[in-house]
């Protein structure tokens, strides 16, 4: 089976940054895009951005282009999310999912690829002075 374990998250103070990681098992892992995606209190899953499957090529939502940035390492079975100038509407959990096509689109809707990929458990990140 597909498993997917993110971490990395925490309180930070706005302004600050966290990285998180998210390992991937049971599966060819280069064989799959990595997504993130986000949810917060009272509030929708939203994506926040993807890598492809040998890392040449990202996507990232408006919310966090130029304060986030994801990359992977194919070797650790590992895709990485830096997040710097973090803000209090960055807080969320956040969870990474494997999808074996690649698209520039972080769309959840019914029928999209990301809907069923394969999802991890999540990591909370809080942001907050």
């Known amino acids: 089976d597909v498993q997917l374990q993110a971490s990395g998250g925490g309180l930070v103070q706005p302004g600050g940054s966290l990285r998180l990681s998210c390992v991937g098992s049971?599966?060819?892992?280069?064989?799959?895009?990595i997504g993130w995606f986000r949810q917060a209190p009272g509030k929708e899953r939203e994506g926040v951005g993807c890598?492809?499957?040998?890392?040449?090529?990202?996507y990232y939502a408006d919310s966090v282009e130029d304060r986030f940035t994801i990359s992977r390492d194919n070797a650790k079975n590992t895709v990485y999310l830096q997040m710097e100038n973090l803000s209090p509407e960055d807080t969320a959990v956040y969870y990474c999912?494997?999808?074996?096509?690649?698209?520039?689109?972080?769309?959840?809707?019914?029928?999209?690829?990301?809907?069923?990929?394969?999802w991890g458990q999540g990591t909370l990140v809080t942001v907050s002075s």
């Open positions: 999912a494997a999808n074996p096509f690649f698209e520039v689109s972080l769309s959840l809707s019914d029928g999209s690829s990301w809907a069923s990929a394969s």
């Open positions: 049971g599966l060819t892992f280069d064989d799959y895009a």
């Open positions: 890598i492809s499957k040998s890392g040449s090529i990202t």
